[in-house]
């Protein structure tokens, strides 16, 4: 739904902070993240004008979107641009949209942030954490976006945010090169709408409230083993 224009209560961080409502004392909150293409080779000065852009949604435990992050950081800076936003609204559950660029902010957040409330994927069946984050694939958008749809068509997802909605508005089920249709932008970027549909995803499916560190798993990346608590 379209909450009636409501003024910017503040625009922090050269506007890239961009927030409608406080965090209110005792309220849960979930911030949807998409790391665009965060690595620090991503941003050489050729491709800034091209990259992606890193965001993020932040939902209330009603659903209003309640601030949003938007900018161009390497992974680093994004992962502590979101443990800020996330402390500030009441230790928020992070949920990362994991992958090539999301997984090393995801290690960022955990191991050197050290920042506990961060949204884990679980099998559907045993309950166990697969993994910190939120994978997606061409199979599973589908799915999470008209979950967000239905969310926003009955009023339960509300946002002031314009630049959100023009996004929404460029955001379609395009077909690939193998006939395959995969959803994104038709022009422009689609990293508001992904925000937006992992908070949502994660409000609607997540076991995302009152998250405790008692999981430890692990990755494997060039480094070696890395343990993640959770």
């Keep these: 739904a379209v909450r009636s224009s409501r003024p910017v209560l503040r625009s922090e961080k050269e506007g890239a902070l961009t927030i409608w409502q406080m965090p209110r004392v005792g309220e849960q909150y979930i911030v949807g993240a998409d790391p665009g293409g965060s690595s620090a080779a991503a941003h050489s000065r050729d491709s800034r004008d091209t990259k992606d852009y890193c ?54 957040l955990s191991v050197y942030l050290k920042y506990e409330n961060l949204f884990a994927d679980k099998d559907p069946y045993t309950g166990k954490v697969i993994s910190l984050g939120k994978r997606t694939s061409w199979q599973s958008k589908p799915a999470m976006a008209d979950a967000f749809k239905e969310m926003f068509e009955s009023g339960t997802f509300a946002t002031f945010d314009t630049e959100l909605l023009g996004e929404m508005r460029n955001f379609h089920r395009i077909p690939s090169s193998s006939g395959q249709l995969k959803l994104g932008a038709v022009a422009g970027h689609d990293d508001r709408v992904m925000a937006a549909v992992l908070a949502a995803w994660v409000w609607t499916n997540g076991d995302w409230k009152h998250v405790t560190k008692k999981t430890r798993i692990f990755t494997r990346g060039q480094h070696g083993r890395t343990d993640l608590y959770l």
């Excluded at 800020?84 to 559950?93: I, L, R, S, T």
């Excluded at 992958?99 to 960022?108: K, Q």
């Design 55 to 108: 965001a993020a949604v932040v939902i209330d435990s009603r659903g209003t979107h309640v601030a949003s992050l938007h900018g161009r950081w390497d992974t680093r800076q994004f992962a502590d641009e979101l443990a800020e936003v996330g402390k500030m609204y009441n230790d928020a559950c992070l949920a990362v949209e994991s992958g090539p660029y999301g997984d090393g902010v995801i290690l960022l």
